[in-house]
């Protein structure tokens, strides 16, 4: 099948640069001799997360327990929760996986660790727990301060838990080569507080998980950090070439859509609007527009509406209702969860079909 044979909006994932994408990290991960353990919310597609595994990372990563029940179901056997879980079901269902696969959960409060470990004792299995810290980003995570190695104590005693170590996410880490200069020597003096008040503690941390797109290729850099999580390096975006990260030749997916209206002098209007695209705005770069159109960088995507893409075009652009363009979205996470399926392409040539299975898997 050709390309031009898919009816659009429709998310195209280019084979060559995926595979790239996807053994470039990991051969980055084997010579600082890190553990890869890819976030699978970005494409939420087992097959991506089998490839990954198969290119030697040691597992993946999920935000949602329903995330790791789809990527379990798919063979994949060690698993890490990335996300504060909460309620007696979701626990009931995390020990039913410890049941057939490794699993484990990052968490920053002692009443989560307490449900986890009732349900593990329950089923009669063990669950893996990384304790969580804040380390600038101020989202999840516990200060680097002393109250919370007493927190540390308590999730260690308590029974049916496999204590793994600690996690942090650097994700205000972003900007640009310049900043992230900047910013990660200050990161890394608070991992050396961190490890100061663990050790005095007597404290074991095994594993040292963080990292983020960004500055995943600089992770040897960050102290102490053995393992890294990023997501978005499968596919990059906008974002990521914005950030200095990628260029827009490593991004593998684009959004194919056409234009069905020319009407409105120096617009163009194409089928892909905020329920084919996402709203997010840029993180970093001049954080203007909507995507970048391939092939068209005089082209500006200055708005979306939900059905609607609002592109700026040159008087002399030529452009004409039925042309085909492709978009790279500022943000590729939620851009995916909103498609039932993506098509892989070789050229212009359709080679498979795989459906987004951990789409809307939320809770």
Request: hydrophobic fraction near 40%; proline fraction near 4%; include cysteine.
């Amino acid at each position: 099948m050709h390309i031009n044979d898919l009816e659009t909006p429709v998310v195209l994932i280019d084979q060559d640069i995926l595979d790239r994408n996807l053994r470039g990290m990991a051969d980055y991960c084997a010579s600082h001799r890190i553990a890869l353990r890819p976030h699978t919310k970005t494409h939420k597609i087992p097959e991506i997360g089998r490839l990954q595994v198969q290119y030697g990372s040691a597992g993946i990563t999920v935000a949602k327990v329903s995330e790791a029940e789809v990527m379990a179901d798919a063979g994949i056997s060690d698993i890490v929760v990335v996300y504060p879980v909460w309620g007696e079901s979701k626990w009931r269902r995390l020990a039913e996986l410890a049941k057939r696969i490794r699993i484990a959960v990052a968490m920053d409060s002692l009443l989560v660790a307490e449900g986890i470990s009732r349900a593990a004792k329950t089923a009669g299995v063990e669950v893996g727990v990384r304790l969580e810290f804040d380390t600038g980003l101020r989202r999840c995570g516990l200060p680097v301060e002393a109250a919370s190695i007493e927190i540390a104590r308590r999730i260690m005693a308590l029974p049916n838990l496999r204590w793994e170590g600690v996690s942090v996410y650097p994700g205000h880490i972003m900007g640009n080569r310049t900043t992230r200069g900047v910013d990660i020597p200050l990161e890394n003096s608070r991992y050396d507080r961190l490890f100061e008040m663990l050790d005095a503690a007597g404290i074991p941390y095994p594993i040292v998980s963080g990292g983020n797109t960004p500055a995943a290729y600089q992770s040897h850099l960050f102290h102490g950090i053995n393992e890294i999580r990023p997501g978005t390096y499968v596919f990059n975006d906008r974002n990521t070439v914005d950030a200095e990260s990628a260029s827009y030749a490593d991004c593998a997916a684009t959004v194919l859509t056409t234009v069905v209206s020319t009407s409105v002098s120096n617009r163009a209007i194409i089928d892909a609007g905020s329920k084919t695209l996402a709203a997010d705005r840029l993180g970093s770069g001049d954080k203007m527009h909507f995507g970048y159109v391939v092939d068209h960088p005089d082209f500006a995507l200055e708005a979306l509406t939900e059905e609607h893409g609002h592109l700026a075009v040159p008087e002399d652009s030529h452009v004409r209702v039925g042309d085909r363009l492709r978009i790279i979205p500022n943000h590729i996470c939620p851009c995916i969860n909103l498609h039932d399926s993506v098509y892989v392409v070789c050229g212009d040539r359709v080679v498979k079909r795989w459906k987004v299975a951990g789409r809307g898997m939320v809770i």
